[in-house]
């Protein structure tokens, strides 16, 4: 089981960029599957985006086209580069780790998008 820790959170004005890392330390990083989600206030948790331990990468519909998410497992480290960022992308955004069915989440990191 691998223990996801988010960083790269922060303000940004509308229009900008910013990338957010999940290290994820802990045995058998490369057979894990990992999800960003993020959560609003008042509103549920959301799928965002999630790579495979192979790879394959799929994003939201919401954010396709702006998100992109990547693996190193060299660093053990699952990355996702936000461009093109706006309002509607600010929450506290999660990374969760899955290994066998069994899952982990991160403590989460704040985003905040300006207009």
């Known amino acids: 089981q691998v223990q996801p820790v988010e960083s790269g959170g922060g303000l940004v004005q509308a229009g900008g960029s910013l990338r957010l890392s999940c290290a994820a330390s802990?045995?058998?990083?490369?057979?894990?599957?990992f999800g960003w989600y993020r959560q609003a206030p008042g509103k549920p948790r959301e799928w965002v985006a999630g790579i495979t331990s192979g790879g394959i990468t799929n994003v939201a519909d919401s954010v396709k086209g702006r998100f992109t998410i990547s693996r190193d497992n060299a660093k053990n480290t699952v990355y996702l580069q936000m461009n093109s960022l706006k309002p509607e992308d600010t929450a506290v955004y999660y990374c969760h780790a899955v290994y066998r069915s069994n899952g982990s989440w991160g403590q989460g990191t704040q985003v905040t998008v300006s207009s």
């Open positions: 802990g045995n058998l990083f490369s057979g894990n599957n």
